[in-house]
């Protein structure tokens, strides 16, 4: 503690001596109760070059002798406390060794009862601690005090009566001229005698706390400081320092009332929280200490020193975490119950900083999180239950009491419903694709996709053969691949959609083998055809297609009629027939017929036509069951055979052709992957 300089106006007694000089016994008696007899002389005060005195500073009877120094002196460690005197020093206390002196004796050299040692430790100490905190009047009649009970208690003499020390005080002056003021040193005198009986060390500091069962941090706890007298008497009107840890809104220091007690409230903010109270306490002896660096020719200098005695106490109160609890509930604001929990959310409980404190699943109920200390959290989504939307979006919630519930409420809009259509049915070489009807809220941006497995006797979707381009949707609606693939084998194929949001979420995703995502894939169904072979002008021609293989639903055959030519020539059809539906294998004629005006080499071309149009295989142009020769002439002219007018021959002869005739297999258009 640093000390801190007195007013001008001092203190220090002083008498007309009447002796030039003073035995060695009596100077160092006299320096040791604090007491020097010089003429009245002006004083002031001054600080040693190194701040280690506080006194003050009188001139000497001798000049050559020097100048006397008395107050209060600080270690040059800064801690330990004392009171100097001096006899005619040359130059203030400030040496940093001193010689060991002894316990305190009276002038006389006669020991000191162990009570006096105990009552003047007292005594010098509370003066010290006036002259050191204080500033103003009080410090001058403290210091007047001390010295004043200093002279007389190691004095067995009444050479210097009480009445008469005092008088010294007031006969001096200081350095403006101004008298010094003493009126309250008796006063003084008594109250830190009387306090010497009661207050002296050692003291003992004690800190309890009270309310502490059930203790959670964040409440407040009522601290009580107590200072107990060695006499077993409170210690009142003390400042005590207050240090502590786990502790808020601590005072830094208090002050005991009149029974010695002081209390204060702090709030706990840690699980274990400690408190402090301390202060400087009165020393218990005193000694004397000589310093060993003299000025040449002065008379010996010396100082009477009391411990830094220090007093303090503590205690350690424990408390629970402060906790509360979130129960998570997650709910759809567009459901016919807004406020019905949907079950199978995951569920992240984050504290402040982002770390991941608790996992929780919900359920058809609010699910509790317990034992939360108290804070600031939020509560992010991390997988939505199916068919919902997940939300990412931190939801914060504080708990700022100790067993506060807090509702935290996770919102989720449902989901879009995806259903599919993929091509049933398909013959290879032709593309085949799939198609989502998306209907609900989709959310913007969204992302559909398509992938396909296969071909396989059972669905197995592990490697796609197949992914679709991207197709990006923020509404509901049929959504087509605008891509395609082309099998190439025949078998089963297996497609699987998925609808994503644009961060990624999976919004929906269908079943490998699902209703209406199977796609069976056959080979080109073999073809042959058996035309009219001959004819006369005028009657109509036909041809037939026989169809083997598996067929699909919607497939058609159409013929085409080139001619009259010699040679095989199939650019320009004079005639295209109707289609004919061809729902499975067999034999399908034609359903129309053409009526030739000429007579010549016809030939006819067929074409398998898969349900979307496509033409899947044809015949080829010249094929010999494929032409019709159509014959001119009168039909009277030609015998009634029952052939169509021909004569017995000509049918014969039409009989053993047709006998004769082969079936040609068409063949398929070529196909292409894609």
Not at 149 to 154: K, L, P, Q, V, Y
Not at 189 to 215: F, M, N, S
Not at 455 to 461: F, I, T, Y
Not at 492 to 509: C, K, M, P
Request: net charge negative.
């Amino acid at each position: 503690m640093k000390a801190r300089k007195s007013p001008a106006s001092t203190w220090v007694r002083a008498r007309a001596a009447g002796k030039a000089g003073l035995t060695a016994a009596a100077a160092t008696a006299l320096a040791g109760a604090g007491l020097v007899a010089l003429p009245s002389l002006p004083a002031w005060a001054e600080d040693g070059p190194n701040g280690e005195v506080e006194g003050y500073h009188w001139p000497g009877a001798d000049p050559e002798r020097g100048n006397n120094w008395e107050g209060t002196y600080r270690y040059p460690d800064g801690e330990t406390m004392g009171w100097c005197a001096s006899w005619l020093a040359w130059q203030p206390i400030y040496a940093d060794d001193y010689v060991d002196g002894g316990e305190l004796t009276y002038r006389n050299g006669d020991p000191m009862e162990p009570e006096k040692l105990r009552e003047l430790a007292y005594i010098i100490s509370a003066g010290s601690d006036v002259v050191l905190n204080e500033e103003g009047k009080i410090v001058d009649d403290y210091s007047a005090a001390v010295a004043v009970i200093m002279h007389n208690d190691t004095t067995e003499d009444d050479q210097y009566p009480e009445d008469v020390v005092i008088n010294f005080f007031e006969n001096n002056t200081d350095p403006e001229g101004n008298g010094q003021v003493t009126e309250d040193v008796p006063e003084i005198i008594e109250k830190l005698r009387t306090d010497a009986q009661t207050l002296y060390g050692p003291w003992e500091t004690t800190v309890t706390a009270d309310g502490t069962d059930d203790l959670v941090v964040g409440d407040e706890v009522e601290f009580t400081v107590e200072i107990i007298a060695g006499s077993g008497e409170p210690v009142p009107d003390r400042d005590v320092e207050i240090d502590t840890t786990g502790l808020a809104d601590a005072p830094a220091q208090v002050t005991t009332d009149a029974s010695g007690i002081a209390t204060f409230t702090a709030t706990v903010t840690d699980e274990t929280a400690e408190v402090t109270a301390s202060r400087l306490a009165p020393a218990e002896t005193v000694d004397m200490q000589v310093p060993t660096s003299q000025h040449e020719g002065s008379w010996p200098q010396n100082m009477v020193k009391v411990d830094d005695n220090r007093t303090s106490g503590s205690t350690t109160v424990e408390a629970q975490q402060a906790t509360g609890t979130a129960e998570v509930v997650k709910v759809d604001p567009e459901a016919d119950d807004p406020e019905e929990p949907i079950a199978g959310a995951t569920v992240e409980i984050r504290d402040a900083e982002d770390e991941v404190v608790e996992t929780v699943t919900t359920e058809d109920e609010p699910v509790a999180v317990n034992d939360l200390p108290l804070g600031d959290y939020t509560a992010v989504e991390v997988d939505a239950p199916d068919g919902y939307i997940q939300d990412q979006t931190p939801v914060p919630f504080s708990l700022t009491e100790a067993g506060q519930t807090e509702r935290v409420v996770v919102e989720n809009l449902k989901g879009p419903d995806v259903t599919t259509q993929a091509t049933a049915e398909q013959y290879v070489g032709l593309p085949i694709h799939d198609t989502a009807d998306v209907t609900g809220h989709v959310p913007d941006d969204s992302v559909l996709t398509f992938e396909l497995y296969g071909p396989s006797d059972e669905p197995a979707c592990e490697d796609p053969i197949f992914s679709s381009e991207e197709i990006t949707l923020s509404e509901s609606g049929e959504y087509q691949m605008s891509d395609h693939y082309t099998p190439t084998e025949p078998g089963t194929y297996y497609w699987i959609e998925e609808l994503t949001s644009a961060d990624g979420q999976v919004l929906s995703r269908g079943e490998c083998g699902a209703d209406g995502e199977v796609t069976d894939v056959y080979d080109v169904p073999d073809v042959s055809t058996q035309a009219v072979p001959d004819q006369l002008v005028g009657e109509p021609i036909t041809d037939t297609a026989i169809v083997s293989g598996d067929v699909i639903e919607g497939t058609a055959v159409e013929f085409e009629l080139y001619g009259p030519s010699d040679e095989p020539t199939c650019e320009d059809p004079i005639f295209t027939s109707e289609q004919v539906d061809v729902p499975e294998a067999g034999e399908y004629p034609m359903t129309d017929s053409y009526t030739p005006s000429e007579a010549g080499t016809y030939y006819w071309v067929e074409h398998l036509i898969a349900p979307d149009g496509t033409v899947i295989a044809s015949g080829d142009c010249g094929d010999e069951n494929e032409i019709t020769t159509v014959h001119p002439g009168d039909t009277d002219e030609l015998p009634d055979t029952g052939a169509g007018g021909l004569g017995m021959a000509a049918a014969a002869g039409m009989l053993m052709l047709a006998a004769g005739a082969y079936t040609v297999r068409r063949t398929a258009l070529s196909r292409s992957t894609s």
